[in-house]
């Protein structure tokens, strides 16, 4: 195995969260990392300890700086004394300068479809931000029927990320209103972004009334044939 040191920048699309091996302007950290190691052998079953440090000069630019310590595990060299990677695990920094930092950021999109809650989180600051919360299903009479927790995801400065959120208790039928709150990773837990959607699906109910339609109106039609 061997171990690279790499920068990363946000991605335009927000499926893909970074770019990884791509510098930004005065968002490099790379340079600042460094590792106790640059190559180790592993036999089945052995573990390895990598023990990487970060050094920020003092006189550096507030705002985030992106980096990360890559694993690469490689094929045999060839004829030709080349290798093919076929493994590359990345294990991500990130560091936030403190100073003239700006952190912002909203949600752009929230959206349910067949189980499965989307967000879509646009961060408008220089910084990093991990965006966490809850997502509250409520019945039509306001009761609270069930709680879905969002852990915390990373959304890089100046760019958008999707978080697909699975909903696992889904009963049959149901007609809801699904209220996000979720904060932002700034400002503190007092801050939280609000949404709310209604969702819902008549499911077996859905059936029993087309059936129920269809014997009525075979019904009507029979009635209206002896006539």
């Known amino acids: 195995f061997e171990i690279g040191l790499e920068d990363f920048i946000p991605s335009l699309d927000a499926d893909t969260p970074i770019q990884l091996g791509v510098s930004g302007k005065d968002t490099s950290l ?4 460094s590792v106790d190691k640059k190559i180790f052998s592993l036999e089945k079953g052995e573990k390895a300890t990598i023990v990487a440090s970060v050094g920020i000069p003092k006189k550096i630019s507030s705002g985030g700086l ?11 060299e060839d004829s030709n004394g080349t290798a093919k990677v076929l493994v590359e695990i990345p294990s991500l920094f990130f560091v936030r300068i403190i100073g003239n930092e700006k952190p912002a950021g909203v949600v752009t999109d929230f959206k349910y479809k067949e189980g499965l809650f989307s967000i879509m989180f646009e961060n408008q600051g220089n ?20 709680k879905i927790i969002i ?14 959120i699975i909903w696992n208790n889904i009963p049959d ?14 400002v503190g837990k007092e801050f939280v ?11 077996k109910l859905a059936f029993s009334m087309i059936v129920i339609f269809v014997i009525i109106l075979f019904t009507v039609l029979i009635k209206f044939l002896r006539k």
């Open 193 to 203: 972004i609000n949404k709310k959607i209604w969702i819902y699906s008549l499911g």
């Open 30 to 33: 790379k340079s600042f990392i």
């Open 66 to 76: 992106f980096g990360a310590v890559v694993i690469y595990a490689k094929s045999s």
């Open 151 to 164: 852990m915390p995801w990373f959304v890089m400065p100046f760019s958008s990320r999707t978080n697909d």
């Open 173 to 186: 039928t149901y007609f809801y209103e699904a209220e996000l709150n979720l904060s932002p990773g700034f």
């Open 127 to 146: 910084v990093h931000l991990n965006p966490a919360g809850e997502i509250e299903l409520k019945n039509i009479f306001g009761q609270t029927v069930d």
